[in-house]
């Protein structure tokens, strides 16, 4: 019978383990016995070099208590980090708001919004609380929860803050669309709508209907797969020739640079240009096809908040709904 004995894993940093070098020893990377390799290798041991790297932007993300399931990443090049979301849909979310040229960060559950609130004959009335409210507190004003116009504190953690390019920041909340006329929603909606009305923000509710409907999310889910795609520099740089002078449609262009190459590698080379910038196209007209239009890096500026997410399309209107509701409203009743 074969019998283990298990030991203790030794530190990393304990002196004499042989896994790592001490620091007070003086050791290089190859072998002491043979001193013509020294010879030849003494200038890259020699060699020190610093290499300065910003620091990524932190994330903001807190997974919330009560909210099931994991956390999804979307990278997100310009920060330099990935996005965390909660689900698929705030992912879907950040895979647009990622890719977009005009947005300039994106904050995922950026800040906390306290708000008091109560239920009267003419519906609810909520007020905005200029600090947030702990909790020892906000047990001590709920007061009965079966008696409706007692004063209740409470907060919201809106999804998503976007920086964008010449424009006011976006208040962003990710909601299915069965959820929208529930009154708590509803009262949500009104609470973040004033906070960002305050704020100079603009506040918007997505809903899968925006985020599924037309071309725009399957085009760019379809360019991130190559994204981190090994291509020949040279057909790169012959692509994005072509490309200098007026733009081309696709098909055209990858018949121009067939040569010996398969055309699939020329599209996968193409597909990489239009996912890191250096070649543009609009993800919103049609899906991805040889008639697709091609243009240089930085030519086309698509916004989804003026188009697929634009107020006709994503805004729930606080005062719609079903007839026996109310909208919520601002009391400036001192709380």
């Known amino acids: 019978m074969l019998h283990v004995t298990a030991q203790k894993p030794r530190p990393l940093h304990e002196p004499g383990n042989p ?15 043979r001193p013509h390799e020294r010879a030849v290798f003494s200038h890259l041991i020699s060699q020190e070099s610093t290499v300065v790297v910003a620091p990524p932007s932190p994330s903001t993300f807190h997974l919330r208590r009560r909210t099931p399931g994991s956390f999804v990443l ?17 992912a879907a979310a950040a895979v647009v708001l990622a890719n977009c040229p005009r947005v300039l960060s994106i904050r995922e559950q950026p800040l906390s919004i306290p708000y008091a609130w109560r239920e009267t004959p003419q519906g609810v009335q909520f007020q905005l609380l200029g600090e947030a409210v702990d909790a020892k507190e906000q047990r001590r004003r709920r007061g009965d ?11 919201i953690i809106p999804d998503f803050l976007i ?4 424009a006011a920041p976006y208040l962003l909340e990710i909601k299915p669309s069965r959820k929208l006329h529930r009154p708590d929603v509803r009262r949500k909606q009104a609470v973040a709508t004033a906070y960002a009305q305050n704020q100079g923000w603009r506040y918007r509710i997505i809903t899968e209907r925006q985020l599924f409907q037309g071309p725009l999310l399957a085009n ?4 991130n797969r190559y994204r981190r795609s090994v291509c020949d520099p040279r057909l790169l740089e012959r692509l ?23 055309a699939s590698v020329i599209r996968a080379g193409l597909f990489h240009l239009l996912s890191s910038g ?56 001192s709380t």
């Open 145 to 155: 929860a079966r008696d409706r116009s007692v004063l209740r504190i409470t907060y």
């Open 220 to 223: 760019l889910r379809l360019l």
């Open 74 to 90: 979307v990278p997100f090049d310009r920060q330099g980090r990935s996005i965390r979301c909660q689900g698929q849909l705030e």
């Open 240 to 262: 994005i020739d072509h490309v200098s002078t007026e733009p081309i449609r696709a098909g055209e262009l990858i018949r121009r640079c067939s040569g010996s190459l398969p």
């Open 278 to 333: 250096r070649l543009d196209c609009d993800p919103q007209r049609a899906a991805l096809n040889d008639d697709t239009l091609i243009f240089s890096g930085g030519t086309i500026q698509w916004d989804p908040f003026d188009s697929a997410w634009g107020p006709n399309g994503c805004s729930m209107d606080v005062s719609s709904g079903s007839s026996g509701s109310r909208r919520p409203t601002a009391s400036s009743s």
């Open 163 to 166: 920086e964008m390019q010449d």
């Open 19 to 33: 896994r790592v070098p001490s620091a007070n020893r003086s050791q290089s990377l190859l072998p002491p016995s």
